[in-house]
T-cell receptor, first 113, second 114 residues
Framework: ETGVTQTPRHLVMGMTNKKSLKCEQH?????MYWYKQSAKKPLELMFV???????ENNSVPSRFSPECPNSSHLFLHLHTLQPEDSALYLC????????????FGPGTRLTVT | AQSVTQLDSQVPVFEEAPVELRCNYS??????LFWYVQYPNQGLQLLLK??????LVKGINGFEAEFNKSQTSFHLRKPSVHISDTAEYFC????????????FGQGTRLTINP
């Protein structure tokens, strides 16, 4: 049990749909992250929130919209996605200071049809 | 900009044999280094990390890694592998304190054969 949960674990959506991915951390951390993991590509950092403020937006298309309502929850809102957006989306959390370890959730496997 | 190169995309090893997974990084400043493991259908789990101090770092599950600043390497080793070590291994580097910006390598798939 990593202390970071993600829902749903699997999601299939059409290109015109709107859906949201949810991440919740139970570790008392104050930084949260979204990563994209595609086959045969390195993990790509998408967004970073520190103390509920977005501090990093790694040139991610606007069809991905993050939301961090508090330090325990992180959402990724999806709309008008493309088939190439199919991937495993991983959420992570960490403490701003301390051991610098990021704790990962199990991921949401997204398929865009 | 920092980058990470994992030199082997796949490493097959027989059970109880030693293994080394190679990682080289590029950065203009001091870095923090990490190895993560990903088992099938799971997220990433930290194996070990180098922040400062001793260059030989010991982690979970019998793994260790050595930071070599002159060769900009952080290779992962285990003296005797087990079937349960079959997984994907990722090397990562961070230059930034606070909310980390981790840069990952492409991963090495370790397959243990009986």
């Amino acid at each position: 049990e990593t202390g970071v949960t993600q829902t749903p674990r699997h999601l299939v959506m059409g290109m015109t749909n709107k859906k949201s991915l949810k991440c919740e951390q139970h570790l008392g951390h104050n930084a949260m992250y979204w990563y994209k993991q595609s086959a045969k590509k390195p993990l790509e950092l998408m967004f970073v929130y520190s103390l509920e403020e977005r501090v990093e937006n790694n040139s991610v298309p606007s069809r991905f919209s993050p939301e961090c309502p508090n330090s325990s929850h992180l959402f990724l809102h999806l709309h008008t996605l493309q088939p190439e957006d199919s991937a495993l989306y991983l959420c992570a959390s960490s403490q701003e200071t301390g051991d610098y370890e990021q704790y990962f959730g199990p991921g949401t496997r997204l398929t865009v049809t | 900009a920092q980058s990470v190169t994992q030199l082997d995309s796949q490493v097959p090893v027989f059970e109880e044999a030693p293994v080394e997974l190679r990682c080289n990084y590029s950065s203009s400043v001091s870095v923090y280094l990490f190895w993560y493991v990903q088992y099938p259908n799971q997220g990433l789990q930290l194996l070990l990390k180098y922040l400062s101090g001793s260059t030989l770092v010991k982690g979970i599950n019998g793994f260790e890694a050595e930071f070599n600043k002159s060769q900009t390497s952080f290779h992962l080793r285990k003296p005797s592998v087990h079937i349960s070590d079959t997984a994907e291994y990722f090397c990562a580097v961070s230059e930034y304190q606070g909310a980390q910006k981790l840069v990952f390598g492409q991963g090495t798939r370790l397959t243990i054969n009986p």
